[in-house]
């Protein structure tokens, strides 16, 4: 090991859990995790969630404590993204001109936010959202309350920073293209019920409506003129409409893409030695035999204990059901599944929509592929079971609350 050297490109969760991995599982070599951002690497869930709200400070979300790389010999290099992979030559250039060799590369670089080409988008008040700075920022404009905020964008995130923005008591409007907010996502149905949640809430909706341009007054952002022909008084602006996975350094460096890094089980990637995690990473599945790329929390850490483990020669392969969790207001959700998979298909619901607490099950040819369970506790793991069991399930039984899902798995 004493030339060798892991190098992750990604200051994230899946990098840091990578790193954190490594030592772990007793590898004693060298390990550079390289961050473009000036921050210890964090998680990304708190963001638009408790440190949002003020419930956390920025320390909480660290994935790791800082002193956590010098005690275990992790070098951590923050504040500058390489420029270049030569994956002939096993070489990392840095932004600031070093040049790192490598046994094996991870990368875990992420996703960038998706834009929308408007007038007035580089406005004071109008903002993306990604980072912990971003969150701050967001924050400082939104805990004063009486501010008029429109979001762009009707998908989780959106939701969430709608739902942020009104605790604070700011005047919210959520603009998005489908006729229902997270109808794409979870259909038609549940999503009428995410939106009167929010409406309940006191959040309004402009819906088939999207942004065709921002005013502002003294470089400030003042109005949102939407797609309907509406102008839409506006302090702040946020532009939430999905992310882009960050494949510019692999495909320059000619890896395969498609629709982010495609690689194994194992998360090795088309290039010898380098593998990929995380958002970035499109991950061929065990259990549909299928490619699937997921912007969540748990996908980043499972990836990265994976790829570490991947990177030591272990035997490992990334197998877990895709999860992820929302909370908005008083409404909480955890889903596990393939959303994929479900797309078309109209959920089984166990439980009462109008009573706030159920579960939804997305089902083909009977088998389970996808569960969210809304107000409801401890159920996700009976629920990922029912996945992973691949076995026909009455739906009667199903829909059934009197019959604990325990006694749908066989055996």
Excluded: C
Aim: proline letters at 6%; charged letters at 20%.
């Amino acid at each position: 090991m004493e030339n060798e050297r892991m190098v992750i490109l990604g200051g994230g969760l899946a990098g840091a859990t990578a790193a954190k991995t490594l030592r772990a599982e007793g590898y004693g070599g060298a390990v550079t995790l390289v961050g473009a951002e000036n921050r210890t690497p964090y998680l990304r869930p708190p963001l638009s969630k408790e440190l949002l709200l003020g419930k956390a400070d920025a320390d909480s979300a660290l994935v790791v404590p800082e002193d956590w790389y010098g005690d275990n010999n992790v070098e951590l290099v923050l504040g500058g993204p390489a420029s270049r992979i030569d994956p002939v030559a096993h070489v990392v250039t840095l932004a600031s001109g070093r040049d790192l060799h490598y046994s094996k590369l991870l990368l875990t670089t992420g996703a960038r936010p998706r834009t929308i080409p408007l007038e007035g988008a580089d406005l004071d008040g109008v903002m993306t959202f990604r980072t912990l700075d971003d969150s701050l920022k967001l924050q400082s404009l939104l805990k004063g309350g009486g501010r008029k905020v429109v979001m762009i964008g009707p998908g989780w995130i959106g939701m969430e920073l709608a739902a942020a923005a009104r605790a604070y008591g700011n005047d919210v409007t959520l603009l998005g293209l489908e006729d229902v907010p997270l109808g794409a996502a979870i259909g038609p149905e549940l999503g009428r019920y995410f939106q009167k949640v929010h409406e309940e809430q006191g959040v309004g909706f402009r819906l088939r409506a999207s942004a065709a341009g921002i005013d502002g007054q003294d470089g400030r952002a003042t109005a949102v003129r939407t797609t309907t022909g509406e102008t839409l008084p506006a302090d702040v602006v946020v532009i939430a409409v999905g992310v882009i996975p960050d494949t510019a350094l692999a495909e320059a460096a000619g890896l395969a893409i498609r629709n982010g890094i495609p690689v194994d089980a194992g998360l090795r990637s088309s290039a010898p030695d380098v593998l990929a995690a995380g958002d970035v990473a499109n991950a061929l599945h065990p259990f549909t035999g299928e490619h699937h790329r997921s912007e969540h929390w748990a996908n980043a850490l499972n990836g990265g204990k994976v790829a570490a483990k991947s990177m030591m020669g272990l035997d490992a392969r990334l197998d877990v059901v895709p999860y992820f969790f929302t909370d908005q207001f008083s409404l909480s959700m955890e889903y596990s599944g393939f959303p994929s998979l479900t797309a078309g298909n109209l959920p089984v619901i166990r439980g009462s929509l109008d009573e706030g607490s159920f579960i939804a099950f997305w089902l083909k040819e009977g088998k389970v592929l996808a569960g969210m369970s809304v107000n409801q506790n401890r159920v996700q793991k009976a629920i990922k079971a029912l996945i992973l069991a691949r076995i026909p399930v009455n739906e009667g039984n199903l829909m059934d609350p009197g019959v604990p899902l325990d006694e749908l798995l066989p055996g």
